[in-house]
C-alpha cells in the first residue's frame, strides 16, 4: 500500500460505512460469499488426500476486522490481523475476539518481511488493489512461503470489465481487468485451486472475484 492510500485511510473513520465506502448493502451479502467460499475451497483441498487444518489465518489489510469478525475467528483457532493504519487496527481489537487474535500495525512490507510464521489460510480482500503489480507478485510469494502444506490463499478483489487498468483518483487504488489478475497469480507461481465471480453484487458497483491459490 503506497503512502498516499496509507494517508487516504488515516482521514476516513473507523467505521462499516467508510470501510465500504457507503455501500453498506453489501456487508452481509459479502460475508455471507466469503464463508462459502472458504468451505468450497477447503472441500477442494481435501480432495488432495491431506486434511485441512483450521489452526492459524492471517488477514492482512485487516481495516477493522470485518472478514476476520465475519469469518476467520468463526472457523479458525487463532487469527493475526495486520493493518497499517492505527485506528483502524484499534476498532478491529474491541470487535473481534481478542482471546483468539493478535494485532499487528504493519505494512505490506513489514508482513512480506516478518518471520516466518506459518498458516493454513491467508485472506486479502481489497488489499492487493493498492499495490503494484511487483507489489502483488512479491506479497503472494510471501504468502505462498508462510503458508502450511494444504493451506489456501484467498483473495477477493474488484476487477475491470474492461481491458484497461483503471485507477481510483481518490484512493489511488487499481482494479484489474480479470485476465491481468490471472497473469500476476501465474508470475508469483501460485496455482489456482477455484475461481469464481461473486453473485447478487450491485450493477453499479465494480464485479468481484474470489480465487482460492495454493502451493
Known sequence: MSESSISYWKE???????????????????????????????????????????????????????????????????????????????????LTDQTKCSYYCSSIAQFISSDAVMYNCVWLQWVLMYADDTQVVALLSACRQ??????????????????????????FSTCRPLARWQKLFERSQCKILLWETVPHWPDRLYKIFAAALVL
Open 12 to 94: 476516513k473513520q473507523a467505521t462499516l460505512h467508510d470501510i465500504l465506502g457507503g455501500q453498506l448493502q453489501i456487508a452481509n451479502t459479502d460475508i455471507l460469499n466469503s464463508h462459502r467460499f472458504l468451505q468450497k475451497a477447503v472441500k477442494a483441498q481435501n480432495k488432495s488426500g491431506v486434511l485441512f487444518a483450521y489452526e492459524r489465518s492471517a488477514d492482512v489489510g485487516a481495516g477493522i476486522g470485518r472478514v476476520t469478525a465475519g469469518v476467520l475467528q468463526k472457523c479458525f483457532k487463532h487469527v493475526d490481523l495486520y493493518e497499517p493504519v492505527d485506528h483502524l487496527l484499534q476498532e478491529a481489537k474491541r
Open 146 to 171: 508462510k503458508l502450511q502444506k494444504n493451506g489456501v490463499i484467498i483473495v477477493k478483489e474488484n476487477y475491470s470489465e474492461s481491458n484497461e487498468v483503471e485507477v481510483d483518483a481518490a484512493d
